[in-house]
């Protein structure tokens, strides 16, 4: 079952404005994971944070965690229209060997 | 980073056929796989999880009959969509896991239409 939910479900910018996506999820977990996904295609992997980190970078990537709230947001600075895709988020569960759950996702449209 | 194949691609079967998807890490051992399906705009559904050498771990709700899950060595899964329906037609993933990684690697996906 799903366990995350992301607002907002669309996201329409322009090139070069910032793009964040939040993700909320229900249990206590290992860590949490982003990925992208382009139309009808896999899942390419973002960045991995552990739960007991609260920020982490990687490019024009930026990642935050709350645990308190069980609230995660990513955000991707100065779009381009190369970064339209779908975007997910999935919790790795404490005691959940490792299985992933994943987030509704946000659909990401960067407009040239 | 790790690579994770999946074959086929793409797949047409008619309704009432078996379709057998292959998912393969092809520079690491996987001892655990994992299967999801995903609809059309929707998020990926964890369908199973499997460990090599053992009976795979089905998810509320996904028919283990139907869905047939065998990953016989450290490099093969194998998903097996029995008797398949209209219904089955979704994109299908795996991702795959070795011992001492964190993440998972993910398969391109095979996309299986039923007509």
């Known amino acids: 079952s799903q366990q995350g939910e992301e607002d907002p479900q669309a996201l329409s910018i322009q090139e070069g404005e910032n793009a964040t996506m939040n993700c909320s999820y229900k249990t206590s977990i290992n860590n949490l994971q982003w990925y992208r996904q382009n139309s009808g295609r896999g899942l390419v992997h973002l960045i991995l944070?552990?739960?007991?980190?609260r920020e982490k970078h990687s490019g024009r990537l930026r990642v935050t965690l709350d645990t308190s709230k069980k609230s995660s947001s990513l955000l991707i600075t100065a779009s381009r229209a190369a970064d339209t895709a779908s975007y997910f988020c999935a919790t790795d569960e404490s005691g959940g060997y490792n299985k992933l759950i994943f987030g509704a996702g946000t659909r990401l449209a960067v407009h040239p | 980073g790790a690579v994770v194949s999946q074959h086929p691609s793409r797949v047409i079967c008619k309704s009432g056929t078996s379709v057998k998807i292959e998912c393969r890490s092809l520079d690491f051992q996987a001892t655990t796989m994992f299967w999801y399906r995903q609809f059309p705009k929707q998020s990926l559904m964890l369908m199973a999880t499997s460990n090599e050498g053992s009976k795979a771990t089905y998810e509320q709700g996904v028919e283990k009959d139907k869905f047939l899950i065998n990953h016989a060595s450290l490099t093969l899964s194998t998903l097996t969509v029995t008797s398949a329906h209209p219904e089955d037609s979704s994109f299908y993933i795996c991702s795959a896991k070795g011992q001492l990684l964190v993440e998972q690697y993910f398969g391109p996906g095979t996309r299986l239409t039923v007509t």
């Open positions: 944070i552990r739960s007991n980190e």
